[in-house]
């Protein structure tokens, strides 16, 4: 049962548009749900994270969108940049620090 | 930023050795620790999490008499893979955490290949 849902493998975008990876889950406990890069043979870094009680979280050239309702959430990344190239994780918890995670979605941004 | 540490990053075994990962917190307490594997192009699946000096928690279908968790400190969880099989070859990650959510740090992952 994958409670976190990247549908979307990958995802190709030019430099300088903006890239939109989205995640789906049905677990209604989740109130807490974060994004993490990945970069080959390395651990996922942590990116940006959003409570239950927002709707939006904005860090920069990352924003993260949340609707309860539909159980969806999304990353904007704008402008992309060839150095974001990597997979990005959907990730969500319940409460404490145990995260379930979506599939990941591989980012490329052609220069 | 906190740092979590994981040694070997790369290990390749003979069937049926024994592989041990650790994995440590360099500036924090880590009062819990979590074990995932990925393999390739799926998502990380978390196996187990383990609180200082107490027993792992395992998921389900994972099988601990052959995942190994030790959690001696609050600075370094040990996996061991016992009589490894080409199967168990993938991409093990631990993440460390001090407190809350906002304090979950992951290492750099261990890719095992067991030949």
């Known amino acids: 049962d994958q409670q976190v849902k990247q549908n979307s493998p990958s995802l190709s975008v030019q430099e300088g548009r903006i890239s939109i990876l989205n995640c789906d889950y049905t677990n209604s406990m989740f109130d807490y749900f974060l994004w993490y890069k990945k970069y080959p043979a390395e651990g996922p870094t942590f990116l940006i994270s959003i409570s239950s009680i927002k709707d939006k979280n904005e860090d920069g050239r990352f924003t993260v969108f949340l609707n309860k309702s539909a159980k969806h959430l999304s990353l904007h990344i704008v402008p992309s940049q060839p150095g974001d190239s990597a997979v990005y994780f959907c990730a969500a918890s319940g409460g404490g620090s145990r995260l379930t995670f979506g599939e990941g979605t591989q980012l490329t941004v052609n220069p | 930023g906190a740092v979590v540490s994981q040694h070997p990053s790369w290990v390749i075994c003979k069937s049926g050795t024994s592989v041990k990962i650790e994995c440590r917190s360099l500036?924090?307490?880590?009062?819990?620790m979590f074990w995932y594997r990925q393999f390739p192009k799926q998502s990380l699946m978390l196996m187990a999490t383990s609180n200082e000096g107490s027993k792992a928690t395992y998921e389900q279908g994972v099988e601990k008499d052959k995942f190994l968790i030790n959690h001696a400190s609050l600075t370094l969880s040990t996996l061991t893979v016992t009589s490894a099989h080409p199967e168990d070859s993938s991409f093990y990650i631990c993440?460390?955490?001090?407190?809350?959510?906002?304090?979950?740090?992951f290492g750099e992952g261990s890719r095992l290949t067991v030949l």
């Open positions: 500036d924090f307490q880590a009062t819990t």
């Open positions: 993440s460390a955490s001090g407190g809350g959510i906002g304090e979950l740090f």
